[in-house]
């Protein structure tokens, strides 16, 4: 039985092209609020140009992926402006972490402000002319009349992609607004940016920040996932619900930690989940692997948070699961590997937690992704020159464009993972299309059983062939799990028939008529693929 870590105790420690070349020694070595690269000075001189062509009221949109920067121009933006205007700043974030380290990263640069938390005391307010708050803190704040703001002529909102922020902009009807994102999308296909943004301004793309040495390149491992059975919600994402019952399945835990073994071991790993309760069945599936494992959710304190935190920084193969609260405001640079263990709707959350792996170090140029939830057939590779102008304009006519997950299946085909490959070594060809094959079958007046008859052929055929004796055959059938369950999967969805009941017989059935074939046919086939029979 599952059990979370007691309080205190929650993880198990074991030992264990248009900018110039830079170095990775002087990315690592820059301070903040210090020099600015090229390409953020560039972004800087085009928002001021909006700000001397545009009216006071404009909304302006400027888009710069994770780890370009994005705090670090604002700031330079707020120092700039108090220095040449005698109105005030206002910097609004969605989340406590962000407004602290926005409020740091302010002081960096020289800019006195003051964080308007809950706690917070007002009675100084006259004294600063920069402030940062929350965007629930500052709505309740401004509601009840308890922070001036007649003198603010810029607000600047980060990850403004969230719509929470628009319900403020009647406050703020006399002021320049400045949003800044990763991704010009909003988390509501009811409230489209461009309803709210004049404009939107494109800094660097991924690809151009990896070229020259600002980003660390993602390699993308895909694991072909069954995704039918789950639910979409009101916010256009998979449900949590449905997210824990197929990704707490024993199975799919299995091919959780087989993917980790294959393509990140070792390797200091974040794991993302869509639920408390996958994370923490990630957690003990790791846990007793014998891992350096742990879990971290919203309801850890800050204490607890800090020290999961710290122990992950400090331990080189450490693992991370954990739920959303990791994809903003995050930033270890020390991090490997990332697996995406769900699915997503969202684009902007896709590139959030892709992103929390890009960050480079001295010896880091790449960092492994593995996906496990379909992600990459849904959005792309990360990073590959999305039209975010057009995204912009127009997004109802890019979320019509993905393919829903029943048209994403059904262009999956089953690979063999490359050891067990190995096993089938002597056959040419191990794959079996299955929907090929029904579709020939009706065609030719046949009944759909047919369709599982010659996959157990083709099965038996390549078992045989990689083996001597039908001892050898019947234990590289039960090496085909994988595969066989994606051909159910397959056929299942042909007749239109897939209560979970059948497709758990049909599984079954499958394999006691594969080892039934085996044994029937082996020194026949046997013969007729080596032209002798096998020894006695």
């Known amino acids: 039985m599952l059990k979370k870590p007691f309080k205190g105790v929650i993880f198990a420690r074991l030992k264990t092209k248009s900018m110039s070349k830079i170095s990775t020694l002087e ?3 820059r301070k903040a609020g210090k020099d600015l690269y090229s390409y953020q000075k560039g972004a800087i001189d085009k928002i001021f140009t909006a700000f001397e062509e545009s009216p006071e009221d404009y909304h302006l949109l400027y888009q710069l992926p994770t780890g370009g920067g994005k705090t670090v121009i604002f700031s330079e933006i707020v120092r700039q402006y108090l220095k040449h205007h005698k109105k005030k700043v206002l910097v609004m974030t969605h989340r406590i972490e962000l407004c602290k380290q926005t409020s740091n990263m302010l002081t960096e640069f020289g800019v006195h402000n003051k964080v308007v938390d809950s706690k917070a005391d007002l009675s100084d307010q006259a004294e600063y002319s920069c402030f940062v708050a929350m965007v629930e803190t500052l709505n309740n704040r401004l509601n009840d009349d308890k922070l001036d703001i007649s003198d603010i002529g810029l607000v600047i909102i980060d990850e403004a992609h969230y719509n929470s922020f628009t319900k403020l902009f009647k406050f703020f009807s006399q002021s320049f607004i400045l949003g800044v994102t990763a991704t010009p999308l909003s988390s509501s296909i009811e409230l489209p940016m461009t309803d709210n943004y004049d404009e939107l301004i494109v800094g660097e793309s991924i690809e151009s920040l990896i070229e020259n040495g600002f980003l660390a390149r993602a390699e993308m491992f895909t694991y072909n996932v069954g995704l039918t ?3 979409v919600g009101a916010n256009g994402d998979y449900t949590v619900k449905s997210s824990e019952d197929l990704y707490t399945d024993n199975d799919m835990l299995s091919k959780l ?3 980790y073994e294959e393509r990140s071991k070792g390797k200091k790993t974040l794991i993302f989940n869509n639920g408390i309760n996958t994370s923490l069945h990630v957690y003990d599936t790791f846990r007793r692997a014998g891992y350096a494992v742990a879990h971290l959710d919203n309801t850890n304190t800050k204490k607890e948070r800090a020290m999961i935190l710290k122990w992950f920084k400090e331990t080189p193969n450490a693992i991370l699961t954990s739920v959303s609260i990791l994809t903003t405001g995050f930033d270890e640079p020390t991090v490997d590997s990332i697996i995406l263990n769900r699915a997503t709707k969202s684009l902007t959350l896709y590139y959030q937690m ?3 792996g890009s960050r480079i170090l001295k010896d880091k140029k790449t960092f492994s992704v593995i996906d496990l939830g379909n992600n990459f057939h849904r959005f792309g590779p990360w990073g590959d020159g999305l039209d975010w102008q057009r995204i912009f304009k127009s997004p109802t006519y890019y979320l019509d464009s993905i393919l829903t997950d029943d048209e ?3 262009n999956f085909r089953y690979e063999m993972p490359d050891a067990l490959r190995a096993e089938f070594s002597k056959s040419e060809d191990v794959h079996f299309d299955i929907q090929k094959t029904y579709v020939d079958s009706i065609r030719n007046g046949e009944s759909s059983k047919v369709v599982l008859e010659r ?4 099965h038996g055929k390549i078992c045989i062939e990689n083996s001597e004796d039908v001892y050898d055959a019947l234990a590289l059938a ?6 066989i369950d994606f051909r159910i999967q397959r056929y299942t969805k042909c007749i239109s028939k897939s209560t979970y009941n059948f497709v758990d017989w ?6 006691k008529k594969l080892n039934s074939y085996l044994r029937s046919n082996f020194d026949e086939v046997f013969e007729q693929i080596h032209g002798y029979p096998p020894e006695d």
């Open 257 to 259: 930690l087989q993917a």
């Open 455 to 458: 996959s157990i052929e083709q």
């Open 478 to 483: 039960k090496m085909l799990g994988d595969d």
């Open 506 to 511: 049909l599984k079954g059935d499958y394999r």
């Open 408 to 410: 994403l299946e059904s």
């Open 229 to 231: 059975s789950l639910v």
């Open 27 to 29: 990315l690592e070595e």
């Open 354 to 356: 892709i992103g929390r």
